[in-house]
């Protein structure tokens, strides 16, 4: 069920100080929507994180440090909901049920293995990269300080899931490795769509847009697809996935799906 959620009197609470000479229409045009977005993936995520914990405390792996994510994600939703009161916008929105999969088609080591890969492994490292670039354009300040705290949690979030799943690996069949790399080209579909549907192909507005988080649409695509090519892609084939094959293939395998739903937990992207 949909749910109305109301973070105005937290965020204003943490509303961050913003340079006054970008506080001007031209780039509220683009900021307000930005953070608004991030506002809502953030507090999203914070639901896949309390699900990933049931889940691996399910099949007898340990949750707890998922459930803290999900605390971390909580407060990264208050975050960005600060810097959108501080924009002028209103936080609040309405959050759409959770698309959690739980691959009941498979056993529950592999089930998690490719939860654990989805959100943490492609996600979570994805978030790690734009977040980091998203920072590395602003000058010291409030918004710098509060965009660097999230980047912390990210690395922590995306760490947990790739030493979790060197540890899972081993466990895993080869029929069951085999399994999850025919979902590697899903969950990589589901990222790509996810990614470029929240990531404006716009050149940038211009020199202080970036100071509010605003960074240049082409290069963050541009960013995305490397992440994903370069680290993503080359750790997961160390890992002994045919994960190459699995990226080259993302574009026909969503084509031939009809459920998106049965691939990845539809997580967030920049800012997750
Ligand atoms: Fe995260
Ligand atoms: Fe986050």
């Known amino acids: 069920m ?27 045009v683009h900021a307000l929507p930005t953070w608004a ?24 792996l340990d949750g707890a440090a998922c459930r803290e994510f999900a605390e971390e994600e909580r407060r990264h939703g208050v975050l960005c909901a600060a810097v959108l009161e501080a924009l002028g916008g209103q936080a609040v929105f309405v959050e759409e049920p959770c698309d959690y999969p739980l691959h009941e088609d ?8 490719r939860n654990v890969l989805s959100v943490c492994c492609l996600s979570e490292t994805v978030a790690v990269a734009l977040i980091g670039a998203e920072r590395l354009a602003m000058t010291q300040g409030p918004l710098r300080d509060l965009l660097e705290s ?24 080869p029929r069951e490795r085999a399994r999850v790399d025919r979902y590697l080209a899903l969950a990589f579909a589901d990222l790509e769509r996810h990614q470029l ?34 680290v993503i892609v080359p750790r997961l084939e160390d890992l002994g996935f045919a994960a190459r094959a699995a990226w080259d293939a993302r574009r026909i395998t969503a084509c031939a799906s009809s459920s998106a739903s049965s691939s990845g937990p539809g997580r967030s992207a920049p800012g997750s």
Not at 10 to 28: G, I, V
Not at 156 to 167: C, Q, S, T, V
Not at 198 to 204: G, L
Request: include cysteine; proline fraction near 5%.
């Open 106 to 113: 498979a056993s529950p080591l592999e089930a998690v293995a």
């Open 150 to 173: 999230i980047l912390a949690d990210e690395i922590g979030h995306a760490r947990f899931g790739w030493k979790l799943l060197h540890e899972i690996v081993p466990r895993l069949s």
């Open 197 to 230: 549907a929240h990531i404006s192909d716009a050149s940038s507005p211009g020199g202080l847009a970036a100071e509010l988080g605003v960074c240049d649409g082409r290069d963050m695509r541009a960013l995305f697809y490397r992440t994903a090519e370069e």
């Open 37 to 60: 977005g991030r506002m809502k993936n953030e507090h999203g995520s914070a639901r896949v994180f309390r699900h990933l914990a049931e889940q691996l405390d399910r099949a007898g």
């Open 2 to 28: 949909s749910a109305f959620v109301d973070l105005r009197s937290l965020a204003r609470e943490k509303a961050p100080a913003l340079p006054p000479e970008a506080l001007q229409e031209a780039l509220l």
